[in-house]
């Protein structure tokens, strides 16, 4: 079965400090791993691929198989990073539903 | 492109009563899905669609809970009664067959308060 883990419910950081989102996964093949952004009040908006390996207002994501997990990063954060994150999986064989892990909240203090 | 539409923004309703939310998908989009967001819970599917029709429904709640997709253009999330652990938003999201690693395109949801 597929499942998303996010542990924390809540990441509290002030502005300029890293950060670090954690996110596990657990999934029998070979999984197709994204990480979506959620601002105050707005609709989820993709923010990362693992297959693009690109670096997206300043986040960066490695899928890490051995250790099964997708964490989001970004050395230096800014305020209007305060957002929801959610870690999200599928399989990469054709179409497979998209698995949410239960979200972060990172607030970004001045 | 509009994105994906989704009506009302905001529904506040009293517990028994009906409630309909609609979803107009982006043209061209084969795959149609409602979730539900909770802070409980997070997001859940409840249901999706392929080529208007209903392909997993194992995440819909309970009988009160029913969708339908009769066209490419629309699609409607139905509780009937509502009840007030039924408030949470609702978003509609949709993807084009094909583009399976480009992600879903959510709409703005609806926010159902059941009172």
């Known amino acids: 079965a597929q499942r998303v883990t996010q542990p924390e419910k809540l990441l509290s950081v002030f502005k300029g400090a890293p950060v670090e989102l954690k996110c596990n996964y657990s999934y029998s093949g070979s999984p197709e791993l994204f990480w979506y952004v959620q601002y105050s009040r707005q609709r989820l908006q993709l923010l990362l691929r693992?297959?693009s390996r690109e670096s997206i207002k300043g986040f960066t994501a490695d899928l890490n198989k051995g250790e099964t997990s997708f964490h989001l990063k970004k050395p230096f954060a800014q305020e209007e990073d305060s957002a929801m994150y959610y870690c999200?999986?599928?399989?990469?064989?054709?179409?497979?539903?998209?698995?949410f892990g239960t979200g972060t909240r990172l607030l970004v203090s001045p | 492109d509009a994105g994906v539409i989704q009506s009302p923004r905001h529904e506040v309703t009293e517990m028994g009563q009906e409630v309909t939310l609609r979803c107009k998908p982006i043209s061209g989009h084969d795959y149609l899905f409602w979730y539900r967001q909770t802070m409980m819970r997070g997001l859940e599917l409840l249901i999706y669609?392929?080529?208007?029709?209903?392909?997993?429904d194992s995440g819909m709640p309970e009988d009160r809970f029913s969708a339908k997709m009769p066209n490419a253009s629309f699609s409607t999330l139905k509780i009937q009664p509502s009840e007030p652990r039924d408030s949470a938003v609702y978003f509609c999201a949709t993807l084009r067959a094909g583009h399976f690693n480009y992600g879903y395109t959510f709409g703005s949801g609806t926010r159902l308060t059941v009172v």
């Open positions: 669609f392929n080529n208007n029709v209903p392909i997993d």
């Open positions: 999200a999986l599928s399989g990469n064989t054709g179409f497979q539903k998209l698995v």
């Open positions: 693992h297959i």
